[in-house]
């Protein structure tokens, strides 16, 4: 029996805290949509809660979902700036799966016990995505490193020349 425990302790414990932090998956895990009011994830497939992390100009937020709530962040009162997200989603049947793990442990039924263990660990691993957003005067869009490097470019290139112009002017 202590070897089960010594056992749980080693699989579940870390899993409890680790959880959150995911593993990286294709894209295909969710649909994200960007409107001028924030950003939504439709989960491909189910899931038990999810976990969100929006960061960016200073600012981290954090926000829980639990199954069948809509994935959304509301990006109204953010600063304009560039945003990175990270959308953790717990798949569903974790909580069954670990329930059944921790019934094997109390009935010492250890090889049972133990495959559960190995499928708590690869079968329900969290899904993790990530990305980017930008908000510009109070409207969220979607984050193009091209086009906002261009923009970037095109700024810092009519500063010169206005600069270039006003060193001109006062040579004269």
Known sequence: MDRLKQRFTTLCVPL???AP???AIADDTVNVSVSSAGVTWQAVDGYADAQLRVGGNGMDIEQAYEAGNSLRFDAYGLADGTYHYQLTLMPSGVNEAREAMLAARDAGE???YNRLADELQ???EPRTVTGK???QNAVAET??????AAEEQAEADALAAEEAAASFEMED
């Open 21 to 23: 932090l995911g593993s």
């Open 143 to 148: 984050f193009d490193e091209e086009a906002i």
């Open 16 to 18: 409890l805290f680790v």
């Open 122 to 124: 690869f079968d329900y």
């Open 110 to 112: 250890e090889d049972t």
């Open 133 to 135: 957003f930008r908000v």
